[in-house]
């Protein structure tokens, strides 16, 4: 049943997924360059979906396993860079535009100074990356919400979104090693739970791009 399930849900993540691609993508050619962050972190996401369904099959190895711990790798780090640069695009604080390059590469540092020290354990799962980059998302993401709050303008909905997946994937991360071993449907279920808020951020970035269309679309009757 729970196979059932985690399918009919991953093809909603998945279409909801390729739809944003398209819209985020015409909301960039019609030069809202802010949305340019989040457009590459979709694009990340569905080449990561891809290249574990590679894994999977294995058509894909690393090291000479199937492990997908090398994509997390990377896939973690591109999240850091796309929704840290499109907070500091959409936040409104000095200190952060003066020092945002030197506290990316000081934190990215930190992030991947283990695999600097041993090569070789990027070939297995580690959240260590999750620990340092997520919690400052979040915080990022935190000082969004008290900005909406006081400006009654922005992008909210994005904001949720990206609220929502950080923390599920703060969960996930940090419980993961407590899965191994467990029966499949048990682990299938898991998936399903990971993926309603994937689901929910993708419904929630379709709405605001939708909202943008919407508001050129009713300047441009005005225009005329």
Known sequence: MWKSIFDFSFDIYYISLVLNIFLFSGAVFLRKYLFAPILFYLITGLLTEHITILILNNDLLFFGQQTNAPVKVIYDLIQFLTISYFFKRSLNYQWLN?????????????????????PSDIAFHNPWI????????LFLSTLYFLQLLRQKKGYAYINIGLFLILGSSMVRDSTSPFYEGVPMEIYRMKGVLLLIPLIMMQFLFTYECFLFFKSRKEFSIKSQ
Do not use: G, H
């Not at 030197?102 to 100074?113: G, N, P, Q, R, Y």
């Not at 999750?130 to 998302?137: A, G, K, R, W």
């Open 98 to 118: 003066k020092w945002y390059v030197l506290l990316m590469v000081l934190l990215i540092l930190i992030a991947i100074a283990p695999y600097l020290l041993t």
């Open 130 to 137: 999750s620990f340092i980059t997520i919690p400052v998302l």
